[in-house]
């Protein structure tokens, strides 16, 4: 930590200290992978005027899709060049319907 040069390495009125009783709270976060994707889907899904939601057709990017499945980047990058990801590339960008994606993730949770 770098301190301003005002305050000495043995000034503690620099620091503010923490009340006696203070402790680190920690949130549980489920593992269920099918509850953590029904999760995901309730937060994401919007409705339009016409109560169609618009999620259905709309267009994700790379990083969209890895922070919605919770994988690294080149994890969406190998499964669309591979195929297994339903994916189109534009030029040299991939895209993917979330509707797609969901509808993979089903399938898949499916099979297992």
Same mark, same amino acid.
């Given at each position: ?7 000495? $390495?043995?000034?503690? +009125?620099?620091?503010?200290? @923490? ?6 709270? #920690?949130?549980? =976060? *489920? ?19 016409? $109560?169609?939601?618009? +999620?259905?057709?709309?267009? @994700? ?6 922070? #919605?499945?919770? =994988? *690294? ?40």
């Amino acid at each position: 930590m770098v301190l301003p040069a005002t305050a000495q $390495s043995t000034d503690r +009125s620099y620091f503010t200290p @923490l009340p006696r009783n203070w402790q680190l709270k #920690f949130e549980t =976060v *489920p593992t269920d992978t099918l509850s953590i994707m029904n999760d995901a889907i309730a937060a994401t899904t919007k409705v339009n005027v016409d $109560s169609a939601p618009s +999620s259905e057709s709309e267009i @994700l990017t790379v990083m969209e899709v890895a922070r #919605f499945l919770r =994988v *690294p980047k080149s994890t969406v990058y190998k499964l669309a060049r591979l195929g297994q990801l339903p994916a189109s590339k534009i030029g040299k960008h991939w895209r993917f319907l979330r509707r797609d994606i969901h509808e993979w993730m089903h399938s898949r949770t499916q099979q297992n």
